[in-house]
């Protein structure tokens, strides 16, 4: 199965300032994924990533919030702009993993003080 | 509004026993079902999956059954151990998209 490396695997941050996430993924991948899981939540979809095009964002995301960049077919990042306490949460990338559902990043803890 | 749902926070299993974990789903739209397990401060690992073409998938220990009558699934892990305590989530999806849906997780303790 496919192997993703994600960091930083956590993060404490003031609020005001943004993060960038990254994944590297060992293998071309058309999709990838950025999920959100607040405390004590769900893990939720917030957009697909495709190489050469905008991503695409799920409702109540926004590209000046999330922005995302897939520079190639193993690479994307996240950032979490202009960031709140209420940004404080685990983000996961994700890729389809033929055979073995969608395989996950190891995750960023972000805590925003 | 939340499609998928876990309704057990956590569950405690004495190990050797059986541990079922249980999920609820609204939308029919879901043709696929997947089990993630997730460890602490690790990202969730793909468990075990169902199409909803079959009622049953059965891998080693974890046997995954599909009552869409219901739109119900659950997860059984027989015989239960210690190494299977960590937070389990369900997801679904429909051919319409890639998005997983996810419950909200149902942490399991196996006891020696």
């Known amino acids: 199965s496919a192997v993703i490396s994600q960091k930083p695997s956590r993060d404490i941050c003031q609020r005001g300032t943004s993060l960038t996430i990254q994944c590297q993924v060992d293998?071309?991948?058309?999709?990838m994924f950025w999920y959100r899981q607040q405390p004590g939540q769900s893990l939720t979809l917030i957009a697909t990533?495709?190489?050469?095009?905008?991503?695409?964002?799920e409702s109540g995301f926004v590209i000046d919030k999330f922005p995302i960049s897939r520079p190639n077919l193993t690479f994307s990042t996240l950032t979490v702009s202009n960031m709140s306490p209420e940004d404080s949460s685990i983000y996961l990338c994700?890729?389809?993993?033929?055979?073995?559902?969608?395989?996950f990043g190891s995750g960023t803890r972000l805590t925003v003080v | 509004d939340q499609q998928v749902k876990q309704n057990s926070p956590s569950l405690s299993v004495q190990e050797g026993r059986i541990s079922i974990l249980n999920c609820d789903y609204t939308?029919?739209?879901?043709?696929?079902f997947l089990w993630y397990k997730k460890y602490p401060a690790e990202g969730p690992t793909f468990l075990i999956s169902?199409?909803?073409?079959?009622d049953k998938n059965e891998d080693g220990r974890f046997t995954v059954f599909l009552n869409k009558s219901a739109k119900h699934l659950s997860l059984h892990i027989v015989p239960s151990q210690p190494g299977d305590s960590a937070v389990y989530f369900c997801?679904?999806?429909?051919?319409?998209?890639?998005?997983?849906?996810f419950g909200k997780g149902t942490s399991l303790l196996v006891t020696p």
């Open positions: 994700s890729v389809v993993d033929r055979g073995n559902g969608y395989t």
């Open positions: 293998s071309q991948v058309t999709m």
């Open positions: 990533a495709n190489q050469g095009s905008e991503a695409t964002y």
């Open positions: 939308n029919s739209m879901f043709d696929y």
């Open positions: 169902i199409s909803s073409i079959k």
């Open positions: 997801a679904a999806n429909s051919n319409s998209g890639y998005a997983l849906n």
